[in-house]
């Protein structure tokens, strides 16, 4: 949330473009041949999800469970594309987010001796990776608002790559169980990577002030540079795959809602 909080103050100053715009005469139709555009933001989505399992010692049954927390983090976002007809264009874009969170990997060990008598032990795995890479089809519809601010309203699919760092504890090898038997301790916590590719939807409004143009010579058309913002939410079903005898609580998700900040380039 900290990341995205400057950049809603961003977009809402684009809005005020926005109105100051709708004041102005409305310029109908969508010239440019093409765009680029390259921002900086932030996805928000806290999610959590628990993995646990069970196993036998000492002729009774113990447990594991390690709870994650995932969430959004810095976004870098870049996409280009073309006009198509009238004010209808279709571009693809890349967005990537990164963040590192921790896991808390809990285990109820029976009593060797004393039969119900569970003991309990805790270990935390810390900065577990978390990466979202995407891919978006974009078609969008361009509302040329005045000839300094364009106003794009975009939808289309989207393909992610997600990949999470997962913490679970091998029971009972991982276990350390020492006479006189008063308590149990996690000798070490195992991680590892698992991947998902699902296909989900981007949908989102884009904004652009220009504020400089370059007039086109012969061949080369007028390009305009500005500045722009966009707010959107992107989002697929996530299941991240498990190990054998291990269940999962929690819907997960990729993606979730997302704002940014960057340059803008029409030609």
């Known amino acids: 949330m900290r990341t995205m909080k400057p950049l809603l103050l ?17 310029v109908q139709n969508w010239t440019d041949r093409g765009y680029f555009n390259v921002s900086l933001g932030g996805q928000t989505g806290e999610q959590e999800f ?6 036998t010692i000492y002729g009774e049954a113990g ?27 279709v571009g693809i ?3 990537s987010i990164k963040n590192k969170n921790d896991a808390t990997a809990s285990v109820r060990v029976p009593h060797p001796v004393v039969f119900g008598q569970s003991r309990v032990a805790s270990a935390t795995a810390s900065d577990l990776k978390h990466t979202e890479n995407a891919v978006h089809l974009q078609f969008l519809w361009m509302m040329p608002l005045t000839n300094n ?8 699919p989207s393909f992610f790559t997600v990949r ?44 652009t002030y ?7 010579l012969s061949m080369v058309p007028e390009r305009m540079i500005g500045v722009g913002g966009f707010v959107r939410y992107v989002g697929a079903s996530l299941d991240l795959p498990v190990e054998a005898g291990v269940t999962r609580s929690g819907d997960l998700k990729a993606g979730g809602t997302q704002a940014g900040l960057g340059l803008r380039l029409r030609f």
């Open 10 to 26: 961003g977009i809402f100053a684009l809005a005020g473009f926005t109105a100051e715009a709708a004041a102005q005469p409305a």
């Open 50 to 55: 628990e993995d646990s399992s069970t196993f």
């Open 63 to 89: 447990a594991v469970a390690t709870a994650h927390s995932i969430g959004g983090g810095t976004l870098f976002d870049i996409s280009a594309g073309a006009r198509v007809w009238k004010n209808l264009g």
């Open 93 to 95: 874009g890349y967005s």
């Open 149 to 156: 601010f364009q106003l794009a309203f975009v939808v289309g």
């Open 164 to 207: 999470q760092e997962v913490a679970t504890v091998r029971a009972p090898q991982d276990i350390s169980d020492v006479a006189p038997f008063t308590s149990v301790s996690i000798r070490s916590v195992t991680v590892t990577d698992v991947k998902d590719s699902p296909v989900g939807v981007n949908v989102g409004v884009d904004g």
């Open 210 to 216: 220009v504020i400089d143009r370059i007039p086109g």
